[in-house]
């Protein structure tokens, strides 16, 4: 019996996206805009296939050949006919859906493998009784032959994406290890380079260590080419080692996202889009982060457009080093309503920033005010679609010329509703209120947590030439009372300095500064919360929190001793915060359920969460700004993966606690999104059922035109790496 945290249960909540009011109140020239946009995000997310593991592609090419010659009702007839049973073929349909939602036979959120959830004789059995097998039997056998071993396997370095024998990552080849990742990042960080659109191919060559850096671009010539400028391609010898810059990573696809951006262009409201879509093409072209840098600059001068987007290598969530970035690109349109709200909470901002437990030396100079709009997302394209985001993640830019937050409320919407028979761990007495509040109380913490988290704390930086950023005879370390001692130096970053944590802690120092400031009644009333309603909202985020705490541990692989999701890691760790400020604040028990298996009940006292739980709070995110501001990556790692520990001693035995939520846990739900289509002039949007079914149509048909031709790229360039994952 295979564990079910590695199948997907055939009941998994699948829910339409609903963008249909939104799309249609769009001008047609905003809806060209969009449409484009969504093409070029849509192909780039196909890189996300090659990012996540060696059989992604082969298995996405196998599905996409079955499904265009034959609906899923189609097909289920001759499935049923070959002996599949009902359960078997949904099972299936589950599995193609949840590869497609999920970019990849990894969850985007976890990292874990998932294999199909019926016998492999039985899948095999659908693939042989498909139009696909019939017209071309024996490339569809090469194709299953290719990709059907590892598509079932859980061998324990296959079960979670990781570095080395930690697991299974393709952003490096399968002869690397922690050290040649953070070799190759003082590497990068000499060469000026950024890691986010890279990846890291390691060789030997007659006993010395040779590294090829592989840009992600649509042209594969490495000498400098019209329109660049500088190249920086090359062979380099780096600390007696040999370094090599290539370009032409995922070439086909960045070429199509390169392709559309220009399409795009021509329907743009102003020049700043204009010239931001300029700046990602050459990115995208070229391989050069630095365009995409110079296309944020524009996007974040693009105040309050209509149609709203962002398109690149974003999130290093899934990069086990924690610097390479996942393809991801989105295309919204503003929710005016919902997004007054937002615009009042970043007119109060520079009023809350010094509310937050820091010195003042240790905030921002200069509270850059940011775009804060919330979206109904049209297209979210890559291995999954967050509730809100702060871009973009360069801390140069962020820290001296701004960013923009958005939250995307129709995901907002489907994601967190949720069932009473299915809320666990909860008190009867809390559901029916946390019912009611939760969607209120998220909105409130998204809002907090993107603009004031994400968008407050200064890191303390001395330049390439000597210049310091705050005043080193002055400005002293609260928790030690001493001068700052550290800092960031010439091309050092966060996310290079703290690395495999540094995802994680952000993640934490933006959720406490959520739950800090949530107290504050001029915060809620900016949502529209008074009175006893605004007590209900801070009651309902503080015990979210603490049970997405316990929840988290679905995500903590005991055997490595490591997390695979930076969110609940973080939610984690502020539950152990909170148990520590002891004085009945939360409490945490183990029972036994209704059915007489392990259960468990979190709780938390109401009168305490201003007193108890806001001191907490206040000394915990003091300790976490104070060690990102001074680049103290050695208090941070030792403050940080102390509270993250997971273990069966002390007042909790929080492994025992990690099979009972394993036992009780419920699957992410997926959605189904819309496409869009040029209709002479207009563009039609194409909407589909809420089903595996509906999403599976909607990934058939967004990629009908040039199927054949984008389906051999996918497997040349899987053919191409296929022999660096072994090792």
């Known amino acids: 019996m295979v564990d079910s945290q590695y199948y997907l249960p055939n009941d998994i909540g699948i829910s339409a996206l609903d963008c249909g009011e939104a799309f249609r109140l769009l001008s047609p020239r905003e809806q060209m805009y969009a449409h484009y946009l969504s093409r070029a995000a849509w ?116 079960k979670q994406l990781g570095l080395g024998d930690k697991g299974i990552t393709t952003y490096f080849s399968g002869n690397c290890g922690l050290e040649d990742a953070e070799l190759a990042q003082k590497f990068l960080d ?54 090599t810059v290539k370009r032409g990573d995922y070439a086909p696809l960045m070429e199509k996202v390169s392709y559309y951006l220009e399409q795009a262009q021509a329907h743009a409201a102003n020049e700043n889009q204009k010239r931001m879509l300029e700046e990602y093409r050459r990115s995208f072209t070229f391989g050069s982060v630095d365009a995409h840098k110079e296309g944020s600059r524009y996007w974040i001068k693009d105040k309050g457009p209509i149609v ?19 393809f991801e690109g989105f295309v919204a349109v503003v929710n005016k309503a919902m997004s007054e709200r937002f615009a ?51 801390d140069d830019i962020r820290q001296s010329e701004g960013f923009k937050n958005v939250s995307l409320g129709n995901v907002l919407a489907v994601a967190y509703a949720t069932q009473k028979d299915k809320l666990t761990f909860l008190e ?120 997405a705490g316990l929840l988290g541990l679905e995500f903590y692989t005991p055997e490595s001793k490591s997390w695979r999701q930076a969110h609940m890691q973080a939610r984690y760790v502020i539950l152990r915060v909170l148990l520590e400020a002891g004085e009945g604040l939360v409490g945490l028990e183990e029972v036994t359920g209704q059915d007489g ?12 969460i201003h007193t108890v739980g806001k001191t907490a709070i206040h000394r915990f995110l003091c300790k976490l700004q104070v060690c990102k501001s001074t680049a103290d990556v050695d208090g941070g790692r030792a403050l940080y993966e102390g509270y993250s520990a997971v273990g069966d001693g002390g007042s909790h035995n929080f492994l025992r606690l990690r099979e009972t939520v394993l036992l009780r846990k419920e699957a992410r739900k997926m959605f189904v999104q819309a496409n869009t289509k040029v209709n002479g002039d207009s563009v039609d949007l194409i909407e589909y059922e809420g089903s595996a079914a509906g999403l599976i149509r909607s990934f058939t048909e967004r990629f009908q035109d040039e199927a054949e031709q984008l389906e051999a790229d996918l497997l040349e360039l899987n053919k191409r790496d296929a022999p660096c994952w072994c090792h």
């Open 43 to 158: 192909y780039g997310g196909l890189a996300v296939l090659l990012q996540t593991s060696p059989e992604s592609a082969n298995i996405f090419v196998l599905l996409q050949r079955m499904f265009r010659r034959q609906t899923p009702a189609q097909l289920e007839q001759v499935a049923t006919a070959a002996g599949v049973s009902p359960e078997e073929y949904q099972a299936f349909l589950v599995y193609a859906a949840g590869l497609y939602a999920n970019m990849g036979n990894y969850k985007s959120f976890g990292d874990t493998k998932f294999i199909p959830n019926l016998p492999k004789d039985k899948l095999k059995a659908v693939v042989w009784a498909s139009q696909a097998f019939q017209e071309q039997p024996s490339e569809t056998e090469a194709l299953w032959d290719s990709c059907s071993c590892l598509l079932y396997s859980l061998e324990d370095k296959q």
């Open 190 to 243: 000499s060469q000026n380079l950024s890691a986010y659109n890279t990846r890291l191919f390691k060789r030997e060559n007659g006993g010395k260590a040779c590294y090829e850096v592989r840009l992600a671009s649509a042209v594969q010539k490495d000498c400098a080419m019209d329109g660049e400028g500088e190249s920086h391609c090359g062979s380099f010898n780096y600390d007696d080692k040999e370094f």
């Open 308 to 326: 709203e987007s962002y398109i690149g290598f974003i999130e290093s969530y899934r990069d086990p080093f924690g610097s390479r970035g996942e």
């Open 344 to 394: 009042k909470l970043v007119s109060s901002a520079e009023v809350l920033l010094p509310e937050l437990p820091w010195p003042r030396d240790f905030e921002k100079d200069t509270f850059l005010k940011p775009d804060f709009t919330s979206l109904d997302v049209v297209t979210f394209a890559g291995s999954g679609i967050p509730a809100g985001i702060n871009i973009p993640n360069y």
């Open 428 to 547: 009867e007495e809390d559901k029916d209120v946390y019912i009611k509040w939760k969607g209120p109380s998220f909105e409130v913490q998204v809002g907090l947590h993107e603009l004031l988290g994400h968008g407050s704390g200064k890191l303390f930086v001395q330049d390439d030439k000597g210049k310091f950023n705050f005043d080193q005879g002055k400005v002293s370390n609260p928790e030690t009372g001493e001068l700052v001692s550290s800092w960031y130096r010439g091309s050092e970053t966060w996310d290079s300095k703290f690395s495999t944590i540094a995802s994680s802690y952000e993640e934490c120092r933006a959720e406490c500064v959520g739950l800090y400031l949530c107290l504050k009644k001029e915060v809620l009333s900016i949502f529209g919360h008074e009175g006893q309603d605004a007590e209900e909202v801070v009651y309902i985020n503080w015990l979210n929190m603490v049970r």
């Open 597 to 608: 298996k392990p259960d468990a009940r979190i709780t938390l006292d109401r009168s305490k």
